[in-house]
């Protein structure tokens, strides 16, 4: 059975819940978006205790998910509709792909020594395996001078950026791209763990948009670089390249352009990598192959998307001991601390698998997967294409961004879902420059794609 | 490969002595190295390095103001710095390691073959797996309720699954935010003030007593059976309570945790309660807070597969928050721990989730058991030692740890000097509050042969203190709690050239 058919993973009542409370009103946005926001005031009515705890002010300026309910709603409703469908899942970006056996079985015999006496293992460095920080800085940043020391690996991207908003506080402000990511369903966090930590100000309905966050937007007109011209000088500034949802990979010159920008302002870039090992031509895989990097950038990245660790869980980012506080204190010093006293090291197995991952046999097994979906992404693209629409992306990122000019990107998304039975993301739900857009993935299994692709011509979409 | 990766991995044994790699920033130790009386307690000064003179680029980003309020490394990576520091001075010395409390003997196999079945068939269409729910996967959640919570009301939808304690501790505090107060247990584990720290709960730190601002220390001391005296503790908003404890070993009684509760309620306070030593309980302690009416309006619990499984390197834990549990304006705080855990995280690896699945199969809580009875009579052995020798010692019932009274004496300096001595890595009672001075914690995790040797050791070094002994209690004026102190501290008397056969050296207290 095609994966894609599977039911989402998530905890079912979550979205059922929701699903059924929805499921009463009227399918507009509007009335849904206002629903969403009660269930957030969802308190019990019982005669409990109440502690006198206050609730921290922070939680209750999140979203409440409504992406989240938006979208298993319409799945939802659609299931009902169409019980027999074949639902093709290319929404959210999860990997679909069996692991290679050559990093698998390294798991398994590690977990195997973890029954014998001379291979047992307890605590690892909070930091984590000394071999798998070499390997990364000798392979992942080859000739780019970083040091293991700077390398803190860990249980993937959105463990440590929360980390990150712990270490860098409350009284720092922040960047990110527009489109970006709002929304918990999609897994990816810059803007909800800023709210959490007291960086975002209150959120104002009518924008879409959090008061104290700055959103450089990234369009086709601006070659979905930001015109850094316009942006606030904030503190901190995430760039995601290549770009999730965007699918589009920062040239050398613009990158160079954010790094300058970041050094006459004093900023930091966090730089989340995590598509680097899908770059095709000759964009930056590492934002330290820009000279000057290293004094203003944090890089983040991921073996989820690299080597379809989604459920295992590893990843690292590198702090450099050049980047350092106004004051002069190295960053890299705190972000230690940090690791040591809020985590205790990725999961030995997580890592021996990670070791394998980067031996010449298995980055050649895992770039296989990659190149596959990224054949995927190309069949994708070309159906897309060849029903007359503009195709964004896909070239450095297994994401495709479809313009559908004049057309409500939710319209785009009930017409593609009834029609073909596929699941996409509306662009809209990554905040108002999305709209006219819908994101397509193409972590799928090919006959999937080639199922999806098929539907999609046959349906004549536009 | 395997044996390969096992060196690799091996390598690293010691790497949380990896503050070694940031030497710009080396910690200034200022030891006192020559026992120097009177007998105040030299406090460790970890001090970073100022910092470097602006003729590097700078950002304009300011540092957080919370991480200059932390005092020094955490305490762990500390100690292991001195390990590594001890074993390049003596790098024949056999060192023991009863420090920190990291288990030693292998995984059962029952747990890691589903392990390892889980790892292989990820390689395989029907058995690859790609994110996983956040809260963690549904039969490990339900197996956690029926195996701990049984007939505790605690469902599988009030299981949060994680990567262990340490992690949870630090979700629970961005959780709860900057605007709350915290009560701590004094001593305790070092994780619950450092993580308030850094979330900017607690003031600057108070050099004169060793505490943070704003922080509730409920002091647990022998004296009132490691249990606070809660009718002198001010109301906080979050209790940290750990039981059976880390460091001082003890399990609190049906009767205090009832007190606690009640506390809690009157007080309109959220407990935080650590239970990762459950199943080091030998009496009737309660293993869970929720086996006390009312807690689950009032607390919630985090736990660990760390101490029960080996499950150190393996990472998984988790932490349960009852529906019942509500902020002030009513909201329940399941509500916005599960957005935290979905915001923050993105739940445990598969592998070792398989793992928990197996250790709570029938073969697997019995293999578990199997493995924490090894380390109970570990402590078992250490307790009788140390009992033996005349020491005053508390814990090791209910926990795998030992805590050692040494009147008198800096903490870190008898670390220095059990470690000096005879190579023993403990831990300093003083690293887990100022309530931890005067003892030394000894953690009962190592090979048996390794523990034994420890314990041979241990008789070497302060058996003269027996013997001596004897003696010394025919002078009235040395109660018994001094002869270890004088023993261990006659020689340095001697050459100092204070000590007297007849009289007590000048800066004894009385």
């Not at chain 1, 978006?33 to 705890?53: E, M, Y």
């Not at chain 1, 959105?158 to 506080?169: F, N, T």
């Not at chain 2, 721990?337 to 398989?354: D, E, K, L």
Request: aromatic residues 10%.
């Amino acid at each position: 059975r095609c994966c894609c058919y599977l039911e989402d993973k998530r905890d079912a009542t979550v979205s059922s819940e929701i699903a059924n409370k929805l499921l009463k009103f009227n399918t507009k946005n509007g009335e849904l978006r206002q629903q969403a926001a009660n269930c957030k005031n969802d308190k019990q009515q019982s005669a409990g205790h109440l502690t006198k705890v206050p609730r921290n002010a922070n939680m209750g300026k999140l979203r409440s998910g409504y992406l989240f309910s938006e979208i298993s709603l319409h799945e939802f409703e659609h299931k009902q509709k169409f019980p027999h469908a074949k639902l093709i899942k290319l929404g959210i970006g999860d990997t679909t792909e069996p692991i290679p056996e050559i990093i698998t079985s390294a798991m398994a015999e590690y977990v195997h020594s973890q029954s014998t006496v001379k291979g047992y293992k307890g605590y690892g460095a909070e930091q984590g395996n000394l071999s798998l920080r070499k390997a990364i800085s000798e392979r992942c940043y080859k000739d780019l001078d970083v040091k293991f020391s700077e390398v803190f690996i860990s249980d993937g991207a959105q463990g440590d950026i929360s980390r990150l908003q712990v270490l860098m506080g409350s009284n720092v402000t922040i960047a990110v791209q527009d489109p970006s990511f709002p929304e918990v369903y999609l897994r990816q966090a810059y803007v909800d763990s800023s709210v959490i930590i007291g960086q975002a100000g209150e959120f104002h309905e009518e924008t879409e948009k959090y008061k104290n966050i700055d959103y450089m937007k990234c369009q086709p007109e601006n070659q979905f670089f930001p015109d850094l011209s316009t942006a606030s000088k904030t503190n901190i500034i995430f760039f995601c390249s290549p770009n999730n949802p965007t699918g589009t990979a920062a040239s050398r010159q613009q990158l160079q352009h954010l790094v300058d920008f970041a050094k006459e302002n004093g900023c930091i870039i966090i730089y989340d990598s995590a598509y680097a090992a899908y770059v095709t031509d000759d964009s930056p895989r590492s934002i330290y192959e820009i000279p000057g990097a290293k004094e203003v950038a944090i890089e983040i990245s991921s073996f989820s998307k690299f080597a379809g660790f989604t459920g295992v869980r590893l990843g690292w980012t590198v702090v450099p001991e050049e980047l350092l506080y106004s004051n002069g204190f190295p960053v890299v010093h705190d972000y230690n601390r940090i690791v040591c006293t809020c985590f205790n090291g990725a999961s030995s197995i997580s890592q021996a698998g990670g070791l394998a991952c980067l031996s010449s046999d298995g980055y050649a097994a895992i770039k296989a997967v990659v190149d596959y979906y990224m054949d995927n992404v190309k069949i994708i693209a070309q159906t897309f294409e060849s029903l007359g629409l503009k195709v964004y992306g896909g070239k450095n990122a297994p994401y495709i961004w479809v313009h559908f000019p004049g057309r409500r990107s939710w319209d785009v998304f009930n017409e593609i879902l009834e029609k073909t039975h596929i699941i996409t993301v509306p662009g809209r739900g990554f905040g108002v420059s999305g709209e006219e857009y819908i994101r397509v993935s193409a972590f799928a299994h090919r006959e999937c794609i080639l199922e999806a692709a098929r539907r999609l011509r046959k349906a004549s979409i536009n | 490969m395997a044996s390969m990766l096992n060196h690799q991995l091996s390598t690293c044994a010691i790497s949380s002595s990896s503050s070694t790699f940031f030497n710009k920033t080396n910690f200034i130790s200022s030891t006192s190295s020559n026992l120097s009386l009177p007998l105040k307690n030299p406090r460790i000064q970890c001090v970073a390095n100022p910092p470097a003179e602006k003729t590097t680029y700078t950002t304009k980003v300011s540092r957080n103001a919370n991480m200059a309020k932390l005092q020094a490394g955490y305490l762990f990576p500390e100690i292991a710095r001195r390990k590594a520091a001890h074993m390049l001075k003596y790098p024949d010395a056999q060192v023991i390691s009863l420090g920190i409390g990291d288990t030693t003997e292998p995984i059962p196999e029952v747990i890691t073959a589903a392990m390892a079945k889980r790892a292989q068939s990820l390689s395989t269409i029907e058995g690859y797996s790609g994110y996983g729910a956040e809260q963690g996967e549904k039969q490990l959640r339900s197996a956690i309720a029926s195996t701990f919570y049984k007939g505790l009301g605690i469902e599988e939808g009030d299981i949060f699954v994680s990567d262990g304690a340490k992690c949870d501790i630090s979700r629970l505090q961005v959780l709860f935010g900057s605007n709350v107060t915290i009560a701590v247990q004094d001593p305790s584990y070092p994780a619950y003030v450092d993580s308030g720290v850094i979330m900017g709960q607690t003031g600057q730190f108070q050099k004169d007593v060793e505490k943070y601002g704003k922080i509730e220390y409920m002091k647990c001391t022998p004296e009132n059976g490691f249990f606070p005296d809660l009718s002198t503790v001010a109301r906080s908003d979050i209790i940290f309570f750990c039981s059976p404890n880390n460091p001082t070993g003890a399990a609190a009684t049906r009767e205090q945790l009832t007190r606690l509760v009640q506390f809690a309620k009157d007080n309109g306070s959220i407990i935080v309660y650590d239970s990762a030593y459950s199943l080091y309980i030998s009496d009737e302690s309660p293993q869970s807070i929720f086996e006390i009416p009312g807690a689950k309006e009032v607390a919630l619990e985090t736990s660990s597969f760390s101490k029960f499984a080996g499950f150190t390197g393996v990472r998984l834990g988790w932490t349960v928050v009852p529906k019942e549990l509500l902020f002030s304006d009513g909201f329940p705080v399941a509500k916005d721990f599960n957005r935290i855990v979905c915001t923050c995280f993105n739940g445990s690896s598969n592998i070792p989730q398989a793992g928990g699945t197996a250790c709570l199969s029938p073969e697997g809580v019995k293999a578990m058991s199997e493995v924490v009875g090894f380390y109970k009579e570990n402590t078992k052995i250490i307790v009788d030692t140390f009992n033996s020798l005349g020491f005053k010692v508390y814990g090791g019932k209910n926990a795998p740890y030992v805590w050692v009274y040494f009147p008198g004496r800096s903490s870190w300096d008898v670390f220095a000097e059990i470690l000096e001595k005879t190579h023993i890595v403990t831990t300093p009672g003083s690293g887990f509050g100022p309530g931890g001075e005067g003892f030394i914690r000894v953690s009962a995790f190592g090979h048996r042969e390794n523990v034994l040797e420890a314990c041979r050791r241990f008789k070497q070094l302060y058996k003269f203190i027996s013997n001596d002994e004897s003696k010394l209690l025919e002078n009235a004026w040395i109660g018994k709690h001094m002869v270890l102190h004088l023993a261990s501290s006659r020689q340095v008397y001697q050459e100092l050239g204070v000590w007297s056969e007849n009289r007590p050296p000048d800066n004894l207290p009385q």
